[in-house]
Nanobody
Framework: QVHLVESGGGLVQAGDPLRLSCAAS????????IGWFRQAPGKEREFVAT????????YYGDSVKGRFAISRDNAKNTVYLQVNSLRPEDTAVYYC???????????????????WGQGTQVTVSS
């Protein structure tokens, strides 16, 4: 069972960048597909990005394509989400999620994930 901890959130100005981290406790982290999701107040949870176990495959939500970049360092048991050109509408709690996989696939549906972190707040002021 993997324990996921997000960090890196905060209060930033529109246009600023941030790097969010998702650190895992599990030594078999390299067998997990990892996804990032976000949820703003009063809104449904939204898919942001996902990365395969090797890091060779990624996929992004339409609202963040071209602005966000997901990557991973399996030696450090960490997945990163570089968030650029932030907008006020990016304000949300950002969650990472994980699922062990037998191949290098990615998932954009939250129902595919069975481990979740506690979230990190990102607030973007205009």
């Amino acid at each position: 069972q993997v324990h996921l901890v997000e960090s890196g959130g905060g209060l930033v100005q529109a246009g600023d960048p941030l790097r969010l981290s998702c650190a895992a406790s599990e030594r078999t982290f390299s067998t997990y597909t990892i996804g990032w999701f976000r949820q703003a107040p009063g809104k449904e949870r939204e898919f942001v990005a996902t990365i395969s176990r090797s890091g060779g495959r990624t996929y992004y939500g339409d609202s963040v394509k071209g602005r966000f970049a997901i990557s991973r360092d399996n030696a450090k048991n960490t997945v990163y989400l570089q968030v650029n050109s932030l907008r006020p509408e990016d304000t949300a709690v950002y969650y990472c999620a994980g699922v062990p996989t037998g191949d290098d696939r990615v998932y954009w549906n939250s129902f595919n994930y069975n481990y979740w972190g506690q979230g990190t707040q990102v607030t973007v002021s205009s």
